[in-house]
């Protein structure tokens, strides 16, 4: 045990270097939010949306399914519970809500990485979820686990980006029973930034749970969070094992979660954005009550998913103006809630990462983040409205990622900053490039985009005509020829890969 | 007299029925916003900026050069001039700057394209300026006349674009002397929407003014304000003689006038944002305070043109956080000052329509219209930085604009918007696809974008797998195959035809 602390303590004494190691991504852990919230929405329209997630908890009720011990909490609770189906009295459900803690930290195996999760924080995570991966040179193909370890070896590269989310692609060629573990391992060896754990099943949740305490450390794991799970409702007002569960083992261990309705409109909610936004907030609401009812304090991240559709085909789209909206009432009502919040990120429609990507992703990623959104997952990454991880998409992404902290770092507005000393030297019509105020900022007066491409015709054309999507190939490539892994304690390395063979050897190859 | 009174009587029912002939755009004139403003500084940091420009305007002092008549005018009004610099009391130029209208139309020459600048109201204006243009088959080279006329066509086409603008590219197959004849004629012949006039010289100022008083008639022209000129600072705190002389054609007749000093930051003002604005504003008050020593009550538009630059190059830098932010403040400051805006715009350094085009436009564009901008030149078909359109680009960024005029809509709160009634015929897990309430609010719900594709994936490659920007392409293309002139009253055609001759006889060609 004595020995184990002490491997721990030069764990960390390598972890604080490794913050300036080559090849490591050196910037802020998290955006602390300098500028004010947008209120999008004034005061009756917030009471209006509240009063009808109000009705849809008490009067329609929530079905919570294949779960019987989650009924059994809630008619232990006080709640009105007839067959699956759970009418809770709203001012339990908000004083439930209540418990949950504002704003908590997720501390990472690099305490320089650990985030801040809530209050005026904004972590941005990686894509998560897509089977399959496209890239300039590769095109597109299921994910591997190949695939899988370069795109967390980049979340950990790329500066914007500040936790490595989880599923940043569906490894394929891996049994489904065990590719958890593979993928914990991937994002604990390859990155020091915080992640993510499964949920697809109870004991894959227990698996993530138990690896992140080999990593942490009993002691570590026991008094922080270390871990969460991200896990959606079944919309419309379907809560069912998958999530109950989860939320069993993340909080019933002192760990977090995020509960996500996902809401198409129009298919799991009504085909207005107000009636999708108010359902959505009566599902997070009773999943973050369960979550208190299950461990009071536990950190819950309220999480929201709206989408428009095509009227012409009825397919998801993406970077659509009603989404937009629906980021910044939503980040209103969550804040009214005092919960933290996980919203929007870098969404689109596109197949490749063309401008109608772009398009797409920048408004809907300006918008997550102006609204407030204190964790993004798909903040960097997706395409196709999330079928598929773009390599070239991520590192685009995450250059804009690190452009929306700097406008989230507000405006200085000091004695220097209004630069009153520089018309003491630059005359009316003169100009400022070479004035001493000039020369004191120059290095970091503005943001320095990595992949946008400033100059002029004639130059760009000399370098071979790049669009940019070709300089992120470029770029990512170079990253990953860049790449040194973060140093781990060999110990719990050890301990890690003995954890994952003693668990592959208990578990069947299965490929659903 | 009553000849030609009745000719336009004729005239006003020929535009009263365009609104809805084959080809035109049918969509609202301009956006009457209904979403908050977002308050991005407090009122400490909004006073700080005002009082830096009221010392700039007092101690540093304004240069107006080449012109001794807005010298004169400023000695008379109280200033105190020195040479050609001219301090004025802040509060004398705050009193002048209170005569503008808050407020005012602009007549089209098709009443229902009509625009109103102020306020809550909100217009998009093409590009301005370039020299080249660009597209997927024809490349990057000059603009010239075939293409000026191609993209007044598209611009009277797409519905998201309110306003013509001017230059949308230059024609440099046609004599400097002579060019802004042959593009007001264009304006005025295949386009119904407002737009503006020439303001590099004073005479083609006066023949601006001339020709919207035949395209009008001087009972309208009389009464209204039919055209704006648009003008740059010569920054920092320069004021040249075309400036002044724009200001006494358009507001001498009762017209319009936008004057917009550009800042690249770290030359032509402060290398701080903060420093850049408060010398904006500067700028932008005195110029105001002219127009109303012209004539009170002259329409005036509040420019802001401010960009960051590359700290590698000193290039100019586009859709960057520090523009974003001024955006925001910028449009504080206007309000406080209760002047129309003009600011932002679709604007990127990219040299094609590709990602980082688009990545750099929505940022842009999306701040410019949060931040409540009155009139946005540039608001569609940018490249390179504004020194060449794309026609691509063009048509991309109209069907952006169309989505960002969604979200200043707003979000109905009614009940048919809250959906109670679809609860009672959807149960929690069922769907929403065939409830009564989405039949009946499935045609219009959401935003439909002409050049976002959301299909899934096979469907996209079916079609051949075009990018955004090949969309774009054939959307262009088809739709000047689709053009339908808007009909004009063949006397008044005859009339301006009959005006260009005759200044065209009386100048000589000139390329400068």
């Keep these: 045990m004595s020995n184990r602390r002490s491997?721990?303590?030069?764990?960390?004494?390598?972890?604080?270097r490794c913050a300036g190691a080559a090849g490591a991504a050196v910037a802020p852990a998290y955006v602390k939010r300098r500028i004010p919230f947008y209120a999008f929405l004034e005061e009756e329209g917030l009471v209006r949306l509240e009063a009808q997630a109000d009705w849809l908890l008490q009067e329609i009720g929530i079905e919570f399914r294949e779960d019987p011990e989650a009924l059994e909490t809630w008619r232990r609770a006080g709640a009105d519970v007839k067959g699956t189906r759970v009418r809770a009295p709203a001012?339990?459900?908000?004083?439930?809500?209540?418990?949950?803690?504002?704003?908590?930290?997720?501390?990472?195996?690099?305490?320089?990485?650990?985030v801040r999760i809530g209050g005026r924080n904004q972590v941005f995570a990686a894509v998560y979820g897509p089977p399959f991966v496209r890239d300039l040179e590769g095109g597109r193909r299921y994910g591997a686990i190949a695939d899988f370890e370069r795109l967390v070896k980049l979340t950990y590269m790329l500066p914007g980006i500040h936790h490595g989310g989880f599923v940043v692609c569906e490894p394929c060629d891996v049994p489904v029973s065990k590719r958890h573990?593979?993928?914990?391992?991937?994002?604990?060896?390859?990155?020091?930034?915080?992640?993510l754990g499964a949920i697809t099943e109870q004991s894959r949740a227990e698996d993530s749970v138990s690896m992140a305490r080999i990593l942490h450390g009993p002691e570590v794991f026991d008094r922080n969070c270390v871990i969460l799970g991200n896990v959606n409702t079944n919309s419309p007002l379907l809560v069912d094992k998958v999530v109950t569960e989860a939320i069993r083992v993340y909080c019933g261990n002192g760990q977090g979660i995020i509960v996500s309705p996902f809401i198409l409109a129009g298919a799991m909610g009504p085909v207005s954005t107000a009636g999708s936004i108010a359902q959505a907030l009566a599902e997070a609401m009773i999943c973050c009550a369960y979550s208190q009812l299950v461990r009071p304090g536990a950190p819950f991240i309220f999480g929201n998913f709206l989408s428009s559709m095509s009227l012409k085909s009825g397919a998801p789209t993406f970077?659509?103006?009603?989404?937009?909206?629906?980021h910044y009432v939503i980040g209103q009502l969550a804040r009214r809630l005092k919960l933290p919040l996980r919203c929007g990120g870098s969404l689109t429609a596109a197949k490749t990462a063309d401008a109608q990507a772009a398009y797409e992703s920048a408004d809907s990623m300006q918008s997550t983040a102006l609204a407030g959104a204190n964790f993004v997952l798909q903040s960097a990454g997706w395409l196709e409205g999330g079928l598929c991880t773009g390599f070239e998409k991520l590192v685009m992404d995450a250059d804009r990622l690190a452009a929306y902290q700097v406008l989230l770092a507000g405006l200085p507005l000091d004695d220097d900053a209004l630069a009153r000393d520089a018309y003491g030297e630059v005359e009316p019509a003169g100009h400022f490039?070479?004035?001493?105020?000039?020369?004191?900022?120059?290095?970091?007066?503005?943001?320095?985009?990595?992949?946008?491409?400033?100059?002029?015709?004639?130059?760009?054309?000399?370098?071979?005509?790049?669009?940019?999507?070709?300089?992120?190939?470029?770029?990512?490539?170079?990253?990953?020829?860049?790449?040194?892994?973060?140093?781990i304690d060999p110990a719990v390395d050890e301990a890690l890969k003995d954890f994952i063979a003693?668990?592959?050897?208990?578990?069947?190859?299965?490929w659903y």
Tied chains: 1, 2.
């Design 7 to 16: 491997s721990r303590a030069s764990r960390r004494e390598g972890q604080a």
């Design 91 to 114: 001012e339990l459900v908000r004083q439930l809500c209540s418990t949950a803690p504002p704003e908590f930290d997720q501390i990472a195996r690099n305490p320089s990485r650990s």
């Design 181 to 195: 573990l593979d993928m914990l391992y991937l994002h604990m060896r390859c990155s020091d930034k915080p992640h």
């Design 319 to 326: 970077g659509m103006p009603e989404p937009v909206i629906s």
């Design 433 to 487: 490039l070479g004035s001493a105020h000039t020369l004191r900022h120059y290095q970091s007066a503005f943001h320095e985009p990595a992949l946008s491409d400033s100059e002029n015709v004639e130059s760009w054309e000399e370098r071979g005509s790049q669009d940019m999507q070709q300089r992120a190939f470029e770029r990512w490539n170079q990253l990953l020829r860049d790449y040194e892994a973060p140093p």
């Design 502 to 510: 003693r668990r592959k050897s208990e578990l069947p190859d299965a």
